[in-house]
Nanobody, 116 residues
Framework: QVQLVESGGGLVQPGGSLRLSCAAS????????MNWYRQVPGKEREWVAG????????NYADSVKGRFTISRDNAKKTVYLQMNSLKPEDTAVYYC?????????WGQGTQVTVSS
């Protein structure tokens, strides 16, 4: 069955870094665009970053541009989100998303908390 399993979240001080990973199984990972979203309680889920199936094109929300980097390893069926210069407003549950045509798959999320 389809699975997306995020890891790497945690508590970090402002200015620190974290790298999130999302391991995929149960579908043809290399055919799917991959995205990271985040959500704060009481707010809508927000798109953070995306990468095309081959990894050649990446896009970022303005709020994270220059600080976050999305990448993927199709051989390992894993997508990453390197987060640098973290701010308290980056605190959220981060979700991995796979997208192809009308198909969408979601992970269970990993908590990132930025606090001193």
């Amino acid at each position: 069955q389809v699975q997306l399993v995020e890891s790497g979240g945690g508590l970090v001080q402002p200015g620190g870094s974290l790298r999130l990973s999302c391991a995929a199984s149960g579908f043809t990972f290399s055919s799917y665009g991959m995205n990271w979203y985040r959500q704060v309680p009481g707010k809508e889920r927000e798109w953070v970053a995306g990468i095309t199936s081959g990894g050649g094109i990446t896009n970022y929300a303005d709020s994270v541009k220059g600080r976050f980097t999305i990448s993927r390893d199709n051989a390992k069926k894993t997508v990453y989100l390197q987060m640098n210069s973290l701010k308290p407003e980056d605190t959220a549950v981060y979700y991995c998303n796979a997208a192809l045509d009308i198909r969408r798959y979601w992970g269970q999320g990993t908590q990132v908390t930025v606090s001193s």
